[in-house]
């Protein structure tokens, strides 16, 4: 029982390591061992998008549904080339957008309110380009049975002007652009975006100006190329999750670009299910409509990705026109904004196994931040709510402490008569633990209780957009990366030599040693964690220090009373 507070510390390490092993788990890079002559080597030729073509689109009287994977046609590098290309410039408040005539498609989605680097704050976010090293394009249209003239993202679409920029006073920018097919199909494709929202609207209107029926189904595709960034163990950045991801209504799953390098993913049926490109604190996702029934896919080729949906076919009679709606998300994983879009949509929000502890932290973190518009002051608050929270199991823990700190004395006397027999040195001890009304074990207590809410702050911390680039005070500029000074871990390191003062030492000499080394080890470990992370530990840390040093005065008092 004298090694309790040794067995915390390690059980606090066995938890850092089951997070690092889930880490790898879900973000270490899983791209399969290609042979030499299927290897693509981006280093010497240029990453194109695949012209991914829908599959055949049933008969409107079908009742199978279809089962056909996506077909990936064979990349063409003409399909990059920006000379003769017709883009429209789409501004707004939080979104520069350019959009291809050639198919109707977004080719280019910058984020102006987030640069790449604080350093750099010319340079934005770009969630789609056309740079072949990090290509990546909505692809999106109407497809026929017959997929001979079709308002498909190959098609030639039209538009009035060349820029479309959300004015002052305005609270929504449409961007309409036409297409008129063979024998009287005319298309209106319309992209609505609103004032500080990230979310597209996308409206087809149909008009059949033919003498015969018209049947088409709308799809909506991303494409990307998979981007394979440096592990680095100084960077936890570097470790996120960059790929397609899906919800088919029922359950969210990311997948690998070697599971989709085995097999395709394809579910039919779904309704309320969405498809999206996802990275660190940033996503791209298409939304069919709720009440739609839908089929999701996802394929690989090569080391590019496709994942998209096909709607049911529609049929539109001769005069008569008809309407198809869907939404698009390209922007920072803001949880208010993705629900907006679906319900199920901050998903992408990856808090991992502890989700039920993270999801109300952070929205604590968020009502705290909206009073004192400081995310770091937001966490040193939470962190004595949570310590007020818990105020009185840790006083017992605190006072059993205290209690065992004033036996020390006479445990090393217990020590040196029983030197050589540790049977009888035990028993005497716990009959001094009985008979003073100590428990030893209690000491476990506080740690236990932090651990599931450090770990959820870890989450939090990592994965919340809100906090990208927060700063707090001083040199620390940014909440969600190391501190660029180490100033912070080492102030931590020296609260916990303090705490380790107020505690009882450990009775065994090397199990002593090892606890005045353990600062040092938090120190080294915690200095290339979040600031953020580290701020709430250091935090609580010191009100624990407090707390331990008013108990130990309350027990020495209460003491000295009795005596």
């Known amino acids: 029982m004298q090694n309790q507070r040794l067995f915390a510390w390690a059980l606090f390490g066995l938890l850092i390591l089951m997070t690092w092993q889930q880490w790898q788990e879900d973000y270490a890079p899983r791209l399969p061992t290609e ?87 010319d340079v934005p976010v770009a969630l789609m380009s056309m740079d072949p090293r990090e290509f990546a394009a909505f692809r999106l249209g109407l497809t026929t049975r017959n997929k001979q003239d079709e308002p498909n993202h190959q098609a030639s679409f039209r538009s009035t002007a060349n820029q479309y920029e959300l ?20 298309i209106t494709k319309t992209f609505v975006l609103q004032r500080g929202s990230y979310a597209i609207d ?100 090569g080391e590019q990705f496709v994942t998209g949906y096909v709607g049911q076919p529609i049929r539109v009679e001769p005069g008569a026109g008809s309407t198809v709606t869907l939404d698009l998300f390209v922007g920072p994983k803001l949880q208010d904004q993705l629900r907006d879009v679906s319900p199920r949509l901050p998903l992408t929000v990856d808090y991992g196994m502890l989700t039920l502890l993270s999801d109300p932290l952070f929205w604590l973190l968020s009502k705290v931040h909206s009073f004192v518009g400081n995310w770091g002051w937001a966490i040193i608050i939470v962190t004595l709510l949570i310590k007020l929270v818990f105020y009185k199991l840790t006083e017992q823990s605190g006072r059993s402490m205290a209690k065992m700190r004033k036996l ?7 020590q040196e008569r029983y ?23 209690a000491g476990c207590l506080p740690i236990l209780i932090q651990m599931p809410f450090f770990l959820a702050f870890y989450w939090v911390l990592l994965e919340s957009v809100e906090m990208r680039q927060a700063p707090f005070m001083l040199w620390i500029n940014d909440l969600s990366s190391r501190d660029p000074l180490f100033i912070l871990p080492l102030l931590m390191g020296a609260a916990m030599l303090a705490q380790q003062q107020l505690n009882p030492a450990p009775a065994d000499p090397v199990q002593a040693k090892v606890m005045r080394i353990l600062p040092v080890v938090f120190c080294v470990m915690f200095a290339f964690f979040p600031a953020g992370l580290v ?29």
């Open 167 to 186: 004015q002052p006073g305005d609270d929504a920018l449409r961007v309409p652009l036409t297409w008129t097919g063979a024998g009287g199909i005319e």
């Open 35 to 121: 042979s030499s002559a299927d290897a693509v080597d981006t280093t010497q030729q240029p990453v194109v998008s695949p012209l991914d073509l829908p599959p055949d689109v049933p008969e409107v009287s079908q009742t199978e549904e279809s089962t056909a994977t996506p077909a990936l046609a064979t990349p063409d590098v003409a399909d990059l080339a920006t000379d003769n290309r017709q883009l429209l410039s789409v501004s707004t408040d939080v979104l520069n957008l350019q959009i291809d005539l050639a198919g109707g498609d977004i080719v280019s989605a910058k984020l102006p309110a987030y640069p790449v680097d604080k350093d750099s704050p």
């Open 419 to 441: 030197k050589d027999d540790r049977q009888k040195l035990s028993e005497a001890m716990m009959e001094m633990y009985k008979r003073e009304k100590v428990n030893p074990a």
């Open 535 to 563: 701020l709430y530990w250091f935090t609580n840390t010191i009100l624990g220090v407090a707390q331990q040093w008013q108990i130990n005065r309350v027990v020495a008092a209460e003491g000295h009373s009795r005596d």
């Open 408 to 414: 020390q004395p006479r445990l090393k006397a217990l």
């Open 202 to 301: 996308v409206v087809y209107e149909i008009q059949n100006k033919s003498d015969i029926a018209w049947d088409a189904a709308p799809y909506a595709r991303i494409v990307h190329v998979a981007k394979a960034p440096e592990r680095s163990l100084f960077d936890v950045e570097s470790y996120s999750f960059d790929g397609p991801a899906t919800f088919d209504g029922n359950e969210y799953e990311k997948h690998s670009l070697k599971d989709l390098g085995k097999s395709a993913y394809l579910v039919e049926g779904v309704q309320g299910g969405w498809v999206a490109a996802i990275e660190h604190h940033f996503l791209s996702a298409i939304v069919p409509p709720a009440d739609a029934t839908v089929r999701l896919d996802a394929a690989r080729s």
